[in-house]
Antibody, heavy 119, light 107 residues
Framework: EVQLVESGGGLVQPGRSLRLSCTGS????????MIWFRQAPGKGLEWVGF??????????EYAATLKGRFTISRENSKNVTYLQMNSLKSEDTAVYYC??????????WGRGTLVTVSS | SSGLTQDPAVSVALGQTVRLTCQGD??????PSWYQQKPGQAPILLLY???NRPSGIPDRFSGSSSGDTSSLTIAGAQAEDEADYYC??????????FGGGTKLTVL
């Protein structure tokens, strides 16, 4: 079964860092770009950033408002992509989703992991 | 480009047809895709490349696009179609844009 599972969410104080993981299974992980989204409580989807597949250079792009604080990386040998979040703010509180980037769009999504930034 | 615009809320009677729209300059250059999200669940891909359905998506869902506006049509809305619907497009090779979402209520 093709699936993605996020982990690493939780309660974190403002200004601290947190690293989320997204583990894929059932497909050749390195062949796909991976993207992170987030959804604040009661709000719409917001893209955070993505990393292209190896074949496409493995480069990253970020939403302008998050560039500099968030970093995406991946370990294809472990079928994992990471979202490193630094200098967290209360407005970063959200459910964070990872998704696979396919020709057809974002075709596989994880169930999400909740990040709460609060003192 | 400043993003994609969707109606915040739309309602439809059970069994009737409803069209959800998405408007934005990026749609003139890039094909949209549509995502459905039910409460407490992750989004799922509904349509891509204007009017292509992934495996498992019912054929009552269809899409169209003209100029800066793309549409998602649900023909014969079912109770289980009550959800939030998001349109998406690229804005460039490095930037993506999402609509704010439409909350569909099936009456």
């Amino acid at each position: 079964e093709v699936q993605l599972v996020e982990s690493g969410g939780g309660l974190v104080q403002p200004g601290r860092s947190l690293r989320l993981s997204c583990t894929g299974s059932g497909f050749t992980f390195g062949d796909y770009g991976m993207i992170w989204f987030r959804q604040a409580p009661g709000k719409g989807l917001e893209w955070v950033g993505f990393m292209r597949s190896n074949r496409s250079g493995g480069t990253t792009e970020y939403a302008a408002t998050l560039k500099g604080r968030f970093t995406i990386s991946r370990e294809n040998s472990k079928n994992v992509t990471y979202l490193q979040m630094n200098s967290l703010k209360s407005e970063d509180t959200a459910v964070y989703y990872c998704s696979r980037i396919a020709v057809a769009g974002f075709d596989i999504w994880g169930r999400g992991t909740l990040v709460t930034v609060s003192s | 480009s400043s993003g994609l615009t969707q109606d915040p809320a739309v309602s439809v009677a059970l069994g009737q047809t409803v069209r959800l729209t998405c408007q934005g300059d990026s749609l003139r250059m890039y094909d949209p895709s549509w995502y459905q999200q039910k409460p407490g669940q992750a989004p799922i891909l509904l349509l891509y490349g204007v009017n292509n359905r992934p495996s498992g998506i019912p054929d009552r869902f269809s899409g169209s696009s003209s100029g800066d506006t793309s549409s998602l049509t649900i023909a014969g809305a079912q109770a289980e179609d009550e959800a939030d619907y998001y349109c998406y497009s690229r804005d460039s090779d490095t930037t993506l844009v999402f609509g704010g979402g439409t909350k569909l209520t099936v009456l």
